[in-house]
């Protein structure tokens, strides 16, 4: 089915507070608090540029997405502008690309949920929270995009206040020289112990494999285009303000850490932000902080749901999925692909029950999560770079222009190619970057499939007309891009009137 002026049409029903909360939460992952121990352990005080480094590099790719979305407000996702500037094959990778990633990373957080929930109930089954954790995000997220929206603001509350309090509470114990485990707290503990990059070059560069699954969720805001109020206000402000938050997020709250204590003494298996407030003295700080990670991994499973719902519709009303999973419901929100994402949730009930593989599993699912990230970032570049190449007009008009120009996206993929050799220095991550491209085999086959089916050319069309489109006056509209072409059997000069 095609999104036509008759079918109901997606609810604009998150504000700027609400997209400006979204990515927050999307820029702070359970990665950092629970993987920072990992990556200070291997990389010392250098993690700081690693952190530093990424949200540079992602912050571009961020600002690319930004103006391509705002080119053309009938664009609902990366996946919408991928597909008119790629290529229908661009829309299918990315699509299924994206839920794939946000299933893979909602299963760890599904087994994540039921160990932190078992930190108050050791006796409770694992299976029961995982179970009701998935059941209560499907329920929010069934009711109204409002509701998704009000319950991600609050759990971002909760991460931010978290940071925050460490912040200040680190702080306070560096200028009080405060003493524990024959350390002192200082900020010369940064440089005191080897230096700033103690573990050499190979451990700066093993920081980045780990660093940057903390930054999925980061393009967030790119599939909440269709139900923002006023996004041509909002988006930019919510992109804009993402140098600040990894300022003050992760290069603030990790400076504060290894000033605290030398970076040596951190574990890899555990979260550095309990035991700041362990060392603080705080009473209850280890349930206070397993709260805190517990609802940033609700977060982000909730984020998942919300996201791989909105990117099945969109292929459905391409025909690269069902069309069963284009139908909203009375609430404005798709049911059925919420439901369909819900059941490869499952799956995480499935890895209680691995024992000791579980955190073998954690390794490469996450990594796997990252590489399939990285690729529906690629994407959003390869799609800028045409954009500028094909509509020169659209850039010259637009207000929210990639700085750079068209020089960034080059070095922003040649720095995903430096993560890819990364990730081949290390035994668990290059298994999962051998696994990786068995997806996008699968996937290839999958596009051939759909692309054979009877009235697939004809649906895709159909959808087309309506998304791949830039306004000429109050009642006609173009066709832009090789998907329309391919698609509807015209030229990129066709117009079309669409009420």
């Not at 993402?242 to 997020?249: A, E, K, Q």
């Not at 407030?277 to 609802?295: D, R, S």
């Not at 890895?351 to 999560?369: K, N, P, R």
């Not at 996206?409 to 491209?437: K, M, N």
Request: net charge positive; with cysteine.
């Amino acid at each position: 089915m095609s999104d036509t002026s008759s079918s109901p049409k997606l609810e604009r029903g998150l504000s700027n507070r609400h997209i400006q909360l979204i990515a927050i939460g999307g820029a702070i992952g359970t990665g950092l608090f629970m993987g920072s121990g990992k990556t200070i352990s291997v990389a010392g005080p250098s993690v700081i540029f690693v952190y530093m480094v990424i949200g540079f590099m992602l912050f571009f790719v961020m600002r690319a997405m930004g103006e391509l979305l705002l080119s053309n407000l009938n664009y609902k996702t990366f996946a919408d502008f991928a597909g008119d500037l790629l290529g229908p094959w661009a829309a299918f990778f990315t699509g299924w690309t994206y839920w794939f990633c946000w299933v893979v990373t909602g299963i760890a957080d599904v087994v994540a949920i039921a160990h932190y929930v078992a930190f108050w109930w050791g006796n409770l089954p694992l299976w029961i929270p995982a179970l009701a954790c998935i059941a209560l995000l499907l329920v929010l997220n069934l009711a109204t995009v409002k509701a998704f929206g009000e319950t991600e603001f609050w759990f971002s509350m909760i991460k931010i206040v978290a940071i925050c309090a460490l912040i200040v509470v680190g702080l306070v114990m560096v200028i009080t020289s405060f003493g524990h485990n024959d350390a002192t707290a200082s900020f010369n503990n940064l440089w005191a112990d080897g230096g700033m990059f103690p573990t050499g070059f190979m451990g700066f560069v093993a920081g980045f494999q780990i660093a940057v699954f903390a930054f999925v969720g980061i393009e967030l805001v790119g599939t909440t285009a269709a139900e923002t109020k006023d996004p041509e206000k909002t988006l930019p402000k919510a992109i804009n303000s993402i140098p600040i938050r990894i300022l003050i997020f992760y290069v603030g709250a990790l400076i504060i850490l290894m000033a605290v204590q030398p970076w040596r003494l951190f574990s890899a298996g555990e979260s550095p932000f309990v035991g700041m407030f362990a060392l603080a003295g705080l009473a209850g700080a280890a349930g206070i902080i397993n709260f805190v990670v517990l609802t940033s991994a609700t977060s982000s499973a909730n984020s998942g749901i919300y996201s791989t719902s909105r990117m099945i519709r969109g292929l459905a009303l391409e025909g690269d999925a069902p069309k069963a999973f284009a139908q909203l419901s009375e609430n404005k929100v798709p049911r059925n692909a919420l439901m369909f994402s819900c059941m490869f949730l499952l799956a995480g009930v499935v890895l209680l029950y691995s024992g000791d593989s579980v955190m073998v599993a954690f390794t490469l699912v996450t990594t796997v999560a990252a590489l399939c990230f990285m690729f529906v970032w690629s994407i959003i570049l390869v799609s800028y770079l045409v954009y500028r190449k094909r509509r020169p007009h659209l850039h010259a008009q637009s207000k929210f222009k990639m700085p750079g120009g068209t020089f960034m996206p080059y070095v922003v993929l040649a720095f995903f190619g430096f993560i890819l050799w990364a990730l081949t220095t290390q035994s668990d991550t290059l298994s999962a970057l051998l696994v990786t491209p068995l997806w996008f085999i699968g996937l290839a086959i999958g596009y051939r499939v759909v692309r054979r089916k009877p009235g697939h050319v004809a649906l895709r069309a159909a959808h087309v007309a309506k998304v791949a489109v830039e306004k000429e006056d109050a009642g006609a509209f173009r066709i832009h891009g090789p998907a329309a072409t391919e698609a509807a059997g015209e030229s990129e000069k066709q117009t079309v009137s669409i009420d």
